[in-house]
């Protein structure tokens, strides 16, 4: 009798169905874990295995320690195919960890000293139970064993499995590289419109995807909607699922001997592809092997960021891609980890563009066909032919390269992202690349792999033929000099004195050096109507509106209200011709000057659509994210211009929302640089900031006997961004709902620490850019730091609003005694 009931009981047991995704009563097989149970790195009791063997949950090898995952298993390679990791960001723990499955979950001992921390994310309800599916799928179940209270399935990481769910919450992320499962560079989501879109993990736009599949080819809609051909359609849940027949389920073969398990995994290299799994079983044999059904992008050098700065991607026909550096440009030496992607450096830093007029003589130029570069040229010229393009291109000290095609020269500037060759025939579009004469363009030889491989030409100049035809030349006009030598010697000598009076009465060698226009005053008079139509009015003086010239162009006349006496003439004139050298399409333009006894005149380009505090603060024009991304990054490239890039470096220290106006095509220009030296001594601390701009003042602004450095600006800067982000001041006491919300950058931390930066939106804002928010946020909170070693710089602050550049958590940035 006892041996019919244990019978029954075996009989029972193993006609029990195993859990799904949303399973009721799991089987009692090798694959249930009853509480209790434990795992650790080494052992015997290393992972959980699921029925049929082909996967296992626990510790595998990461690094110089273990890490905790999800693995499919493949007996004839003795390899793992990790399929998902737990907090995959964690460092590795150590060989004498532990791994337990208590009532309150998975819990996880680094080391017998550590406190346990429970490595899934679940509900309060208590766990009684858990399971490795067949499926890959690992759950953890409540008391009566009928609802799943956690599972891996709902967490992807890099791969969805055959039956596993992909909703427009999850994406994908690639890892770091094949033996490191933390976070890499490329993510993948579905759009509400379902298919598939991979971007570069830095940016999250639309224009930035490198990649958007229809999701037939990968994964199929769950629903009464149109069913994927040759695909099982599952009608309970809402989401997108990896479908196939006899997909991931066990007991299900191709053949008789053959079971196969599908993945979609987004590789390492952001590329989206389809494997199969196929397990041999013959003769009480264990064999496996991997299959590659189908991959999203044929040429891996479509994916945006797989190779770094200044450095460009070229494939063979087999759709290996490599990464080189361009001609005139080396691998960075600053990196630091092997698995970024590799930037490239210039070999010669600086040269003398700027001050030699003939620039003929300084660059070479690579042509390259077919290729691409992502980023949007600074300027777009019609020229006839490719000849005008690349004179274009030689005379612009800032363009470091141009694509001519279809009769048009994109002009690009440092760094150039995301350069590939292209191997379609059907585009015609040659880049031209400029490299200073002095460096020695170095090639890289053939090899194997790159048969196939566009290989750029290099043009270089015939130097014998040019030193001949300027050695002829310096030999005829040295003898023409030396037949009017004498006269010249004694002809200088009577005139030299007589220049030197005349240049210091009419000032010539000032005008002549700042290339300005000298105007009297009774000329501005008349041109501003008696100064009658004022503009603006700043910490300086007043700005007048008026006309020039015959065809009436519309200048901005600023009269300054501080008095310089004759010994700070000399010095007026110098900072003058300072700033007249400043050329950026983001820096108003100085046009010419007025001096006369006491009174000091600037005459500017008019800038017609106002200022940036008019656009923020009083109009009513809806602002897009991408429109308050590109006015922050043309205040910054103003800033690094004046910072790092002009002849004469300028401290603006006045930087705020009224000295930042706005150009055609919503373009922001700041105004007002250089007038900090303009002041008399000891002038300078009390004048700024008296028109109301003192909270946008650094608080080293505060210390009279402190040094005021760039990082001022940043301070100034970051204050301006928190207000483009919030359209709202700095300091507000009405129209707040608590007393948080008077100093706007301690409200953003809190608001940014609790996770709660809506509140920082107005309720009108529709279609918010949570992403470039949430960049746009951290850069702006580094930016307003007390201290002024922990602002960056503005060359990283640029960097980082474009995604360029990882952002670490920022500190509070109250304000702490030193």
């Not at 033996?179 to 509400?192: A, E, M, N, T």
């Not at 026909?317 to 361009?326: I, P, Q």
């Not at 690349?433 to 090899?447: G, H, N, Q, Y």
């Not at 005829?476 to 240049?503: D, E, G, M, P, W």
Request: charged share 20%; hydrophobic share 35%.
């Amino acid at each position: 009798m006892a041996t019919i009931l244990v019978l029954l009981l075996l009989l029972f047991l193993f006609t029990l169905t195993e859990p799904s995704t949303r399973a009721t009563t799991p089987k009692y097989n090798s694959s249930i874990i009853p509480l209790g149970s434990w795992l650790s790195p080494e052992g015997e009791h290393t992972s959980w295995p699921s029925s049929s063997g082909h996967f296992a949950f626990g510790f595998y090898p990461h690094g110089n320690g273990f890490a905790v995952g999800i693995w499919l298993v493949n007996p004839s390679e003795n390899t793992t195919t990790v399929v998902w990791t737990a907090n995959r960001d964690a460092p590795a723990v150590s060989s004498k960890s532990m791994l337990n499955l208590t009532k309150q979950g998975l819990l996880l001992q680094n080391g017998k000293e550590d406190s346990p921390i429970n490595i899934v994310s679940r509900d309060t309800e208590l766990v009684y139970m858990a399971s490795m599916l067949n499926s890959g799928n690992f759950v953890l179940y409540n008391e009566d064993s009928s609802v799943v209270v956690w599972q891996s399935f709902d967490q992807p990481t890099d791969t969805i499995l055959g039956g596993q769910n992909l909703t427009e919450d999850d994406s994908l992320i690639s890892s770091m590289s094949k033996s490191d499962h933390s976070r890499g560079r490329f993510y993948l989501k579905v759009k509400s419109d379902g298919n598939l879109v991979a971007y570069h993990y830095s940016f999250a736009s639309d224009e930035d995807a490198y990649g958007e599949w229809n999701q037939q080819s990968f994964l199929c809609k769950i629903g009464r909607g149109p069913v994927c051909q040759n695909y099982r359609v599952y009608a309970r849940c809402k989401g997108y699922r990896l479908c196939f027949n006899n997909s991931n389920k066990p007991g299900k073969k191709l053949h008789e001997n053959i079971t196969s398990i599908y993945r979609a995994t987004l590789d390492v290299d952001g590329n989206l592809r389809l494997y199969e799994h196929q397990f041999h079983f013959e003769q009480g044999t264990n064999s496996s092997r991997v299959v590659m059904l189908k991959q999203a992008l044929n040429d891996t050098c479509l994916v945006k960021g797989f190779c770094g700065l200044n450095s460009y991607c070229s494939s063979n026909m087999s759709g290996d891609a490599a990464c080189k550096c361009y001609p005139g440009f080396i691998p960075s030496k600053a990196k630091s980890n092997p698995n970024m992607p590799m930037d490239c450096v210039q070999m010669l830093s600086k040269d003398d563009c700027e001050i030699n007029k003939d620039r003929t003589l300084l660059y070479n130029f690579t042509h390259f066909k077919n290729m691409y570069w992502g980023d949007i040229p600074y300027s777009v010229i019609p020229v006839p032919k490719m000849e005008t393009c690349e004179k274009a291109c030689q005379q612009d000290c800032v363009c470091v390269g141009a694509i001519y095609t279809n009769g048009s020269c994109n002009k690009y500037r440092l760094p150039l992202i995301y350069g590939r060759v292209q191997n379609d025939s059907s585009i015609v579009s040659v880049a031209l690349l400029k490299i200073p004469s002095s460096t020695i363009a170095i090639i890289s030889p053939t090899t194997s792999n790159d048969t196939n491989v566009p290989k750029p030409k290099v043009v270089v100049d015939n130097k014998r033929s040019l030193i001949m035809i300027l050695s002829f030349t310096l030999g005829v006009c040295s003898l023409i000099c030396l037949a009017f030598a004498l006269s010249i010697f004694f002809t200088y000598r009577r005139q030299v004195n007589r220049y030197a009076k005349l240049s210091e009465s009419e000032k010539l060698d000032f005008t002549e050096e700042c290339s300005l226009r000298s105007f009297s005053f009774e000329e501005l008079a008349k041109s501003t109507g008696g100064f009658s139509e004022e503009i603006g009015r700043g910490s300086f003086g007043a700005v007048y509106k008026g006309k020039i010239g015959n065809n009436n162009r519309s200048i901005a006349v600023k009269k300054l209200e501080e008095k310089i006496d004759d010994e700070g003439e000399r010095e007026f004139q110098a900072e003058i011709t300072a700033i007249a050298r400043t050329h950026h399409r983001n820096l108003v333009k100085l046009i010419g000057f007025c001096i006369e006894g006491s009174k000091r005149l600037l005459v500017y380009e008019f800038v017609s659509k106002g200022s940036l505090e008019n656009l923020l603060f009083e109009g009513e024009t809806s602002i897009s994210w991408k429109e308050k991304m590109k006015l922050a990054l043309d205040v910054a490239r103003g800033l690094l211009y004046l910072h790092e890039e002009c002849e004469v470096k300028i401290i603006h220290c006045n930087i705020n929302p009224r000295n930042i106006l706005m150009g055609e095509a919503w373009t922001a220009k700041i105004s007002d640089f250089g007038f900090a030296r303009l002041l008399k001594r000891g002038h300078s601390r009390t004048k700024i900031g008296d028109d109301g701009t003192t909270r946008y003042l650094a608080p080293e602004w505060q210390k009279e006997d402190a040094s005021v450095s760039v990082k001022a600006d940043i301070y100034s800067f970051g204050v301006v961004l928190l207000e483009i982000i919030c359209r709202r001041k700095s300091i507000e006491m009405y129209n707040i709902s608590s007393a948080d919300e008077i100093l706007l950058s301690n409200w953003v931390y809190q608001c940014f620490t609790s996770g709660q930066l809506n509140k920082l939106m107005k309720h009108d804002e529709k279609d918010v850019d949570w992403k470039i928010l949430e960049r746009m946020v951290k850069v702006g909170l580094w930016c307003v730091q007390d201290h002024q070693s922990l602002r960056p710089t503005m060359k990283n602050v640029i960097l980082m609003l474009e995604g360029l550049k990882d952002i670490p958590v920022p500190p509070s940035p109250v304000r702490l005694v030193e």
